[in-house]
């Protein structure tokens, strides 16, 4: 079984960790409002009623969150004196559990079928999270005894759903995937205002994926084609100039990467990159239009993401050698009608 421990991940992660964990939930006279915490968290919109139960199982690991970064179920009803445990299912890399208020923490785990247990007491709500996944919306809640919560869309103790978490007599859990995959996850608004955007396309176990620039969206000719995928650390991303409506880039300023911007089909810019994270990329010109993108690489945002450059010549991709300028990526010009000289788009 693989597992880290608290202090090697922080080593990727221990500014993630200064501000993953926000957001306290707000407690009232008669109820605690969860609306804030879970705001991100697919499948948090309803309460599954596992009460009456001596164990209680939570996947981690489940589909969600723009990968395989849920909790399942999000948000569970126990009575006092349940032990809860949380199962991994082996998805979406090395995921914890650690509550919000910091009463219990898990180790880190990836292989499937790791567990952590919790016995809860005395009637609270217990928000925790993912501590890695956390801004991604890897969190969730226990709401022990007769408390009333108020969720995201307004429902709570009145608004509950049948029981779905697993007595941990079979390890199974039947857990609602159209909740959890309900609503996609627009990486804090970054592809809010992308209209072809539906759903982040898993391209794990590939050595090569393309991405079309200039596809057809956002009014126009204004899109990457896929606008979002999840590969393994060390696939090679290559862009494909398909459009015509004006001159298109791709940059990413955060990561550190940029190609040049190009009118005209066939050009291309290829990338690899080093280690788990996220880049957030857009074209410069239109991504106020909504041409804007999402790589979400291994783990999701645990360290920081690096791009290896790759060479694009005769067809043929190689990963640039040991001492090549990182972010650095060659287009390759393929059809005459690219003109650098024009710029009336």
């Known amino acids: 079984m693989t597992t880290y421990s608290r202090r090697e991940m922080l080593v990727g992660t221990g500014a993630l960790m200064g501000s993953a964990l926000l957001a306290r939930p707000a407690r009232a006279a008669d109820a605690t409002d969860l609306t804030e915490w879970l705001a991100k968290t697919d499948g948090a919109d309803t309460v599954v009623d596992a009460t009456g139960r001596d164990e209680v199982v939570v996947e981690v690991g489940t589909a969600g969150n723009g990968g395989d970064f849920g909790f399942s179920p999000a948000v569970v009803r126990v009575s006092p004196e349940t032990t809860v445990t949380w199962k991994w299912t082996g998805k979406g890399g090395s995921h914890n559990v650690v509550a919000e208020d910091g009463t219990f923490e898990s180790e880190y785990y990836s292989d499937a079928g790791a567990t952590f247990a919790q016995t809860v007491s005395t009637s609270d ?31 709570g103790a009145s608004g509950e759903a049948g029981a779905s978490a697993s007595d941990g007599s079979t390890g199974e859990s039947e857990s609602d995937e159209t909740s959890a995959d309900a609503s996609a996850q627009s990486f804090d608004g970054w592809l809010a205002g992308t209209d072809n955007y539906d759903g982040i396309k898993d391209h794990r176990g590939e050595s090569e994926v393309t991405i079309e620039v200039g596809a057809t969206g956002n009014g126009g000719e204004f899109a990457f084609e896929p606008a979002a995928i999840h590969i393994d650390p060390g696939t090679v991303v290559r862009w494909e100039w398909v459009g015509t409506a004006g001159a298109y880039d791709v940059m990413d300023e955060q990561v550190g990467y940029a190609s040049d911007q190009l009118r005209g089909t066939g050009h291309e810019y290829a990338l690899a990159f080093d280690g788990d994270g996220l880049s957030k990329y857009e074209c410069t010109k239109y991504g106020d239009k909504g041409m804007r993108g999402v790589v979400l690489v291994g783990d999701g945002p645990v360290d920081v993401l690096t791009p290896q450059g790759v060479g694009v010549a005769a067809g043929t991709v190689g990963l640039a050698t040991a001492g090549a300028v990182l972010g650095v990526g060659l287009h390759l010009r393929t059809m005459s009608e690219y003109d650098p000289e024009r710029d009336d788009n």
Do not use: K, N, Q
């Open 125 to 155: 709500v217990i928000p925790y999270a993912c501590a890695p996944h956390s801004a991604m919306g890897m969190r969730g809640a226990l709401v022990v005894g007769d408390v009333e919560v108020t969720l995201p869309g307004g429902t």
